[in-house]
């Protein structure tokens, strides 16, 4: 069964400090990993995407890395800021239909305290 | 400037009352999508298109329907609304093979 789990579901940091958040996955065939950003009551919004090949992509204080072999990708947060506080999703799309069928994890909520 | 746009962003109604979500994107996309998500949880595929006349359900049942006249716009209706649709309503769209930009959702609210 196609699955993303990510890990820890909520996490408490302060101002400044970093974090990194872990999504493993069971789907097959691999297409992409997304990692998006949602604000409460906002829609999802895209910090990286990563296929196959690639191991690792930052976007600012934002890096993420994917193991495709071992199908496990982290997010890494350096020097948090409080605008940084939201809930981090890991999207894994297939290759195997027409339609790139999309794999949401529940998501990390994340709390920045001053 | 190329967005995403969903209305209303808030909506309270009663039970019985039909509800239309609006959703238009400005990207000349042709693939769009209707999420539900509650809250903590993940977000469930419940419609798609892949063009203008073409509509697929999702994983998720959903007794709402929807519709594809124009490119752009890609509007959600529920005929008779129930508690049980409580939830927030994320619409996307994306071109082909490319990722998929979110709207700021609908939350919905039946009483």
């Known amino acids: 069964k196609n699955q993303v789990e990510q890990s820890p579901q909520s996490l408490i940091i302060l101002e400044g400090k970093n974090c990194t958040l872990q999504?493993?996955?069971?789907?097959?065939?691999?297409?992409?990993l997304r990692w998006y950003k949602q604000d409460t009551g906002r829609g999802p919004v895209s910090l990286t995407i990563?296929?196959?090949?690639?191991n690792t992509k930052s976007n600012g204080r934002y890096t993420a890395t994917l193991d495709a072999d071992t199908k496990q990708s982290s997010l890494h947060i350096t020097a948090s800021q409080l605008s940084d506080s939201a809930s981090y999703i890991c999207?894994?799309?297939?290759?195997?239909?027409?339609?790139?069928?999309?794999?949401f994890g529940r998501g990390t909520q994340l709390t920045v305290w001053p | 400037e190329a967005d995403i746009y969903q209305t209303p962003r808030y909506l309270v109604i009663g039970t019985g009352k039909k509800i239309t979500l609006e959703c238009s994107q400005t990207m000349g996309h042709d693939k769009m999508y209707w999420y539900q998500q509650d809250p903590g949880m993940e977000l469930h595929l419940i419609h798609y298109s892949y063009g203008v006349n073409s509509t697929e359900k999702g994983d998720l049942s959903s007794e709402s329907t929807v519709s594809r006249i124009r490119t752009e716009h890609f509007p959600l209706t529920l005929e008779s609304a129930r508690p049980s649709h409580t939830s927030q309503y994320l619409c996307?769209?994306?071109?082909?093979?490319?990722?998929?930009?979110f709207g700021p959702g609908t939350r919905l609210t039946v009483t």
């Open positions: 999504c493993n996955y069971t789907v097959s065939p691999f297409s992409n």
């Open positions: 990563m296929t196959f090949s690639e």
């Open positions: 996307a769209s994306s071109e082909y093979g490319g990722g998929q930009y």
């Open positions: 999207v894994v799309t297939d290759r195997g239909s027409t339609l790139g069928r999309l794999y």
